[in-house]
């Protein structure tokens, strides 16, 4: 394997590579979000400076399905997130992702700082619910339900559509060969040409368990403040360092 062979390669393994070169097509990737108020000292513990939190101590808790995910194939994701503030721009911050798919997991952390652990979700609609659920190690961690397509949000499309490009934020770490840190950064992304088939809100439910390794209840529900259920299309591009703490 010549220089040239190895750094044309788009990830490990180089002779077999876990992940293609991006961008990346997400086609009718369908979304079960719980909106609640959470602990602020808990949520200020979980969020990285210099993020600051958004007004109402507010997380959300999410399912996806990905039915067609070009370079990642068909899997489920399911995680929990934090409303906050980057200069004063609004962001989401991701806490923590479950996913069922080693493509992505990998590709997730190792470009974008995804913080993303291998887990079994799941999201279907069962008889009248739209229902989420978490199991890690064998064990259920989490459940979501939302009323099925009760409120229909096909007048709001366009502001649904201004809210999933809002700026996203992971904190990434790497560590060196010699176990000190390689890479420590907040990095931003947008999500480009989305198209919303859907979206609707609703009455919801979260119920979050406690677990070792799977620390989803560690941001506890305190008030649900809503559900909604949408299928989109996006792009996930490249992102851009926004905080390097070696620098």
């Not at 992940?19 to 609640?36: N, W």
């Not at 990642?72 to 906050?84: K, M, Q």
């Not at 190792?110 to 989420?132: M, Q």
Request: proline share 8%; glycine share 10%; with cysteine.
């Amino acid at each position: 394997m010549t220089r040239e062979d190895i750094l044309s390669a788009p990830s490990m393994p180089a002779f077999s590579p876990s992940y293609p070169r991006g961008p990346y097509r997400f086609v009718r990737r369908e979304y079960l979000i719980i909106t609640y108020e959470t602990d602020p000292e808990a949520l200020r513990a979980a969020l990285p400076e210099p993020l600051e939190p958004a007004p109402g101590n507010l997380a959300f808790y999410e399912w996806m399905k990905m039915p067609d995910s070009s370079g990642f194939g068909d899997y489920e994701e399911s995680g929990s997130a934090i409303v906050a503030t980057y200069k004063g721009q609004p962001c989401n911050f991701s806490v923590q992702m479950y996913l069922d798919d080693e493509p992505p997991i990998t590709a997730g952390r190792e470009i974008w700082g995804f913080p993303k652990k291998y887990g079994v979700p799941r999201l279907a609609v069962t008889k009248d619910t739209l229902t989420g659920t978490l199991h890690y190690d064998g064990e259920r961690v989490a459940m979501g339900t939302m009323t099925y397509k009760h409120r229909s949000l096909e007048d709001q499309l366009d502001k649904v559509r201004e809210g999933i490009g809002h700026l996203n934020v992971n904190l990434k770490l790497i560590p060196d060969v010699d176990g000190g840190v390689k890479v420590a950064q907040l990095v931003g992304y947008q999500l480009r040409d989305v198209t919303v088939h859907g979206a609707w809100e609703g009455e919801a439910r979260l119920h979050l368990i406690p677990h070792v390794n799977c620390r989803v209840a560690d941001l506890p529900v305190r008030r649900i403040v809503g559900g909604r259920h949408q299928v989109v299309d996006f792009t996930l591009p490249y992102g851009e360092v926004l905080h390097d703490y070696l620098g």
